[in-house]
């Protein structure tokens, strides 16, 4: 009888590949009039329809807890991206959120905190006249199974014009 080698993989490949979150179907939202981009988890099995004006929507889970919305917005007061970001958090915190992140950002910025149980987290970016936008919304308990899928739409969102 012929002995087969095994090959064992190092116990930290095992345990690593144990606690792997399985991966996530995306989808891409393109938006025609401002011209940005952005992949959303196909888990946001309730995508809203369009803005009337064309320029964002709205995406969310099945149970509603957890949204993601994406927008162009024409920077018609010539805001700077620290100014805008200045409004935003004053606009979360007025809601009674606490903000954790503000970073402007080359050509953009993020603002990130907890809002009652939820965590938002937005991301902007200013070209050619245009804010791109996106704000992930999400309760605090989902926070392990979301970092990575809020993280990955925060490195592909591809601004607009």
Same mark, same amino acid.
């Given at each position: 009888?012929?002995?087969?080698?095994?090959?064992?993989?190092?116990?930290?490949?095992?345990? /690593?590949?144990?606690?792997?979150?399985?991966?996530?179907?995306?989808?891409?939202?393109?938006?025609?009039?401002?011209?940005?981009?952005?992949?959303?988890?196909?888990?946001?099995?309730?995508?809203?329809?369009?803005?009337?004006?064309?320029?964002?929507?709205?995406?969310?889970?099945?149970? /509603?807890? %957890?949204?993601?919305?994406?927008?162009?917005?024409?920077?018609?007061?010539?805001?700077?991206?620290?100014?805008?970001?200045?409004?935003?958090?004053?606009?979360?915190?007025?809601?009674?959120?606490?903000?954790?992140?503000?970073?402007?950002?080359?050509? /953009?910025?993020?603002?990130? /905190?907890?809002?009652?149980?939820?965590?938002?987290?937005?991301?902007?970016?200013?070209?050619?006249?245009?804010?791109? %936008?996106?704000?992930?919304?999400?309760?605090?308990?989902?926070?392990?199974?979301?970092?990575?899928?809020?993280?990955?739409?925060?490195?592909?969102?591809?601004?607009?014009?």
């Amino acid at each position: 009888m012929r002995r087969r080698s095994r090959r064992l993989l190092p116990a930290t490949v095992v345990v /690593g590949l144990a606690f792997q979150a399985p991966p996530v179907d995306y989808h891409t939202y393109r938006n025609a009039r401002f011209g940005y981009s952005i992949p959303y988890p196909a888990a946001l099995v309730r995508p809203q329809p369009e803005a009337p004006n064309g320029d964002g929507r709205r995406f969310v889970s099945a149970d /509603g807890a %957890t949204t993601l919305t994406v927008y162009g917005s024409h920077n018609a007061l010539d805001h700077t991206a620290h100014q805008q970001l200045t409004m935003s958090r004053q606009s979360w915190q007025e809601k009674g959120a606490t903000v954790t992140l503000a970073k402007v950002l080359p050509g /953009g910025y993020v603002l990130s /905190g907890t809002l009652h149980t939820s965590i938002f987290y937005e991301k902007a970016s200013l070209q050619n006249g245009v804010f791109s %936008t996106f704000i992930w919304q999400y309760p605090a308990a989902q926070k392990p199974r979301l970092d990575a899928v809020v993280s990955y739409t925060a490195r592909t969102f591809r601004p607009g014009r």
